[in-house]
């Protein structure tokens, strides 16, 4: 049988040579090397690269966003403003209340149409009738 005072030194040297073995490993590591055997590390590092350069790409989309709306939004104000100041003009003409032609009104009116079904952003709303 194995004496306590055996017992006592084997416990003891185990715990040296676990605590040498802890002792190395943090030396080690304040050298600089690291022992990643499964590849961990190098896992959690790749994925907190795709997340940010998903996120990178994110925001370049949603700034070229921001740039095409803002351009189409002067666009539209532009268009709007410029109809709006000619459509001034031509109520300010000496002609402007003179009727035109039936057919004349109605083939200029399918133009309008026209161009508003292409373009509904473009097309004020309409003006209510004169007088009513």
């Known amino acids: 049988m194995i004496s306590r005072k055996s017992t006592y030194r084997l416990v003891l040297w185990a715990a040296l040579i676990i605590g040498g073995a802890i002792l190395l ?14 590849g961990w ?3 959690k590092a790749d994925a907190f690269e795709s997340t940010d350069l998903a996120r ?3 925001g370049e989309g949603q700034a070229e ?5 803002d351009t189409y ?5 532009t268009i709007q403003s410029d ?7 031509a109520r300010s003409l000496p002609d402007a209340e003179t009727p035109l032609d039936p057919t004349r009104f109605d083939r200029l009116r399918s133009a309008d149409l026209s161009v508003c079904r292409s373009a509904e952003s473009v097309c004020p709303a309409p003006d209510p009738a004169p007088g009513g």
């Open 25 to 38: 490993f943090g030396a080690v590591r304040l050298l600089g090397f690291s022992f990643d055997p499964f």
């Open 41 to 43: 590390t190098k896992g």
């Open 56 to 58: 990178d790409l994110e």
């Open 65 to 69: 966003q921001a740039i095409r709306t």
């Open 73 to 77: 939004h002067h666009s539209v104000v």
């Open 83 to 89: 109809a709006a100041t000619r459509a001034a003009e």
